[in-house]
Structure formats: structure tokens, C-alpha cells
């Protein structure tokens, strides 16, 4: 189970979106910028368009295994994310499809699926999600609505640190850079049962006057257990016809979430 915990995880959040020409340059903080207009700006930054398709090169390493996976994926914003992953490019090994509703799953390798809430993502990731926090966190926003949390302002030379309180039961780091006002880094930890999410993103480039992350690191830990992953895109078509081929195998046995 936990080689399919390492797959789902993957295929799960390496859709970050990105394509371009042009790097990011560097910026310099502001020291008299406000909380309210970091937050504001990175808002509005968010990538605009209908739909997406791309082809992804990612890898994942625990302590047990190392594998190679690529993934195609298929976008319709705020109403659909579709995933179909190979192993080493070539084996068919499992696709997803979620919807606000409902998040659908289904790998060949052991012949089973799921069908059901966001309870399956939300334990396997250590935090409650639903399609608005999974889309966030796939298009580099913030996981969480940051206007509506208590988050400390610090700085370095060149991002905007977000932070909650110590004291909080969750808590969440927000990186954002100076020069796009895209995140660098986001964190989200569940101090009491030892779990935490951790993405880095690089190699930010414009396209069509928006910023796109191209390279992702992601690092998952469940008690003991950690999962790394890296993710580069390959190809990106934006606003294309796309659609959405799922249909879960007969025969295949249900994974349930207790």
C-alpha cells in the first residue's frame, strides 16, 4: 500500500502549471508593503484560462523506492483535473479524475480503485482538502485563503515570509516572491500527529504576461515515513478542446477509507 500511497501522492499534486520562454528575474522586498497587499497581489496573480494540457517528467524516492513516472494531464479550471500516469513512460499504471464532488482513482499494478470524497487525499496527505484547496495548491496559490487567516509578516532579500501562530494546531508557511508575487515555497504541518506537505517552486517563467512554475519540489511526511518528489514539464497547451476519459476497470477492488 504504501508504493500506492508514493503513486497517488505523486499524480495527485505534481500538477503545477507551467510553460514559457523567459525567466524570473529576482526582486527586491518592500519593507513598507502590508500584509493586506502581499496578499492581495498574489490574489491576483493566479493563472487565467479555461482549460490545460501538458506532459509531465516526475520521479519519487522513499526510503524503500525510486521510480520514474510520466504523467499527461488535462485541465478544465474550477471544474476538473484528469491524470493518466505511466511507468517509465510506457507501462499504463493508474489515472485520476476530481471533481468538485467527487475524486476517482483507479491503479493496474494491484487491480484497485476508489470512488468517493476528498477522505481518501485528505488522510493519505495529513490534511483536510477539498477540489478548491487541491486546485490551489496544483496551480501554485495558496492552500489555504490567506486573508482569512492571522499570519506574521517577516522578510529576507527577496520574498514575503507569511507565517500563523506558533500556537496554532495547523500550522502553515507561505513564501512569496518579491518579483512576481508567485509562491516560492508553501508548508502546511500538523504538529500533533508529526505530518507535514512542503513545495518548493523554481525556475518560475513568464507567458503571456502570467508566471508559471517549472520546476516543483514536493516533500510529503507521515510520521516516520517521508516521500520526495520532483516534478519538470515537458509540453503545455492552454484553452484547447479537452475531455476527460475515466471509466474504472470491472473486476478491480475498492480501497475504502475507515
Known amino acids: 500500500?504504501?508504493?500506492?500511497?508514493?503513486?497517488?501522492?505523486?499524480?495527485?499534486?505534481?500538477?503545477?502549471?507551467?510553460?514559457?520562454t523567459k525567466k524570473a528575474v529576482t526582486g527586491t522586498v518592500?519593507?513598507?508593503?502590508?500584509?493586506?497587499?502581499i496578499i492581495k497581489t498574489h490574489n491576483n496573480s493566479e493563472a487565467s484560462f479555461n482549460t490545460l494540457?501538458?506532459?509531465?517528467?516526475?520521479?519519487?524516492?522513499?526510503?524503500?523506492?525510486?521510480?520514474?513516472?510520466?504523467?499527461?494531464?488535462?485541465?478544465?479550471?474550477?471544474?476538473?483535473?484528469?491524470?493518466?500516469?505511466?511507468?517509465?513512460?510506457i507501462i499504463p499504471l493508474a489515472k485520476v479524475y476530481i471533481t468538485p464532488n467527487q475524486v476517482q482513482y483507479y491503479e493496474k499494478i494491484e487491480g484497485t480503485y476508489f470512488d468517493g470524497d476528498f477522505s481518501l487525499l485528505s488522510d493519505w496527505?495529513?490534511?483536510e482538502l477539498d477540489f478548491n484547496k487541491v486546485q490551489n495548491l496544483l496551480l501554485g496559490q495558496a492552500i489555504y485563503p490567506l486573508?482569512?487567516?492571522?499570519l506574521s509578516l517577516s522578510?529576507?532579500?527577496?520574498?514575503?515570509?507569511?507565517?500563523?501562530?506558533?500556537?496554532?494546531?495547523?500550522k502553515t508557511m507561505f513564501a512569496i516572491q518579491s518579483s512576481n508575487f508567485r509562491l516560492k515555497g508553501q508548508r502546511i504541518e500538523r504538529v500533533a500527529k508529526n505530518e507535514s506537505v512542503f513545495i518548493t517552486y523554481e525556475d518560475y517563467e513568464e507567458v503571456q504576461k502570467q508566471w508559471f512554475p517549472k520546476k516543483i519540489k514536493i516533500i510529503v511526511t507521515q510520521e516516520e515515513k517521508s516521500t520526495q518528489i520532483e516534478v519538470?514539464?515537458?509540453d503545455i497547451?492552454?484553452?484547447?478542446?479537452?475531455s476527460f476519459p475515466f471509466s474504472i476497470p470491472s473486476g478491480y477492488k475498492e480501497i475504502t477509507v475507515e
Open 30 to 37: 518592500s519593507e513598507n508593503v502590508s500584509t493586506k497587499s
Open 237 to 242: 497547451d492552454l484553452d484547447e478542446p479537452v
Open 232 to 234: 519538470d514539464y515537458r
Open 125 to 127: 496527505l495529513g490534511m
Open 155 to 170: 522578510f529576507t532579500a527577496t520574498d514575503y515570509i507569511l507565517k500563523s501562530n506558533e500556537s496554532s494546531l495547523l
Open 1 to 20: 500500500m504504501s508504493q500506492l500511497k508514493s503513486i497517488f501522492v505523486l499524480i495527485s499534486l505534481l500538477f503545477l502549471v507551467s510553460c514559457g
Open 53 to 89: 494540457q501538458a506532459r509531465i517528467k516526475g520521479s519519487y524516492k522513499t526510503e524503500d523506492e525510486d521510480q520514474s513516472i510520466s504523467i499527461s494531464v488535462r485541465m478544465e479550471k474550477d471544474k476538473a483535473i484528469w491524470m493518466s500516469a505511466k511507468l517509465a513512460g
Open 147 to 150: 486573508e482569512k487567516n492571522e
